[in-house]
């Protein structure tokens, strides 16, 4: 899990670990301290997102940015995998090797996620680029 300040980010949990989450947040619902609630967002899939928000407003930027991020990218592993096996043409290689380079990506996200790190493709890009972040270090170059 990574937090940052008052947001935490749980990313992509499995369906049983989101459920356990939403089933806890909603029991803690009523618990948030005075001036605060909580918000949550990644109901079905990608990175899961709390978010303990004072009732004056001051922390909605901060949450709409992070949940109109989610919305402009690709997070799920699956999902990038066939993001990039419909569109290669950022790693500039033939059909012939694609196996061979969504193999090896697919190892590269797995530990990446091991190392708390993660992999997000922008919906906004035209050609799917997926970039790795590990320990706040994020790829400018595709994989």
């Not at 918000?39 to 303990?52: E, H, N, Q």
């Not at 690709?74 to 995998?81: A, M, P, S």
Request: hydrophobic share 40%; proline share 6%; aromatic share 6%.
């Amino acid at each position: 899990m990574l937090a940052a300040e008052r947001f935490l980010r749980i990313p992509d949990p499995t369906p049983e670990e989101r459920a356990g989450y939403r089933r806890a947040f909603d029991a803690a619902r009523t618990c948030a301290p005075t001036g605060y609630h909580l918000k949550y967002s990644g109901r079905a899939k990608g990175d899961f997102f709390l978010g303990l928000l004072r009732v004056t407003g001051e922390d909605d930027t901060e949450w709409n940015r992070i949940r109109l991020q989610r919305s402009r990218t690709i997070t799920d592993v699956d999902d990038v995998i066939a993001a990039v096996r419909a569109d290669h043409s950022a790693f500039e290689i033939s059909d012939d090797v694609l196996p061979r380079v969504l193999s090896l990506l697919r190892l590269l996200v797995q530990e990446a996620l091991r190392r708390h790190g993660d992999i997000a493709v922008s919906k906004k890009r035209r050609h799917p680029r997926p970039m790795l972040t590990v320990h706040g270090r994020t790829g400018l170059d595709p994989l």
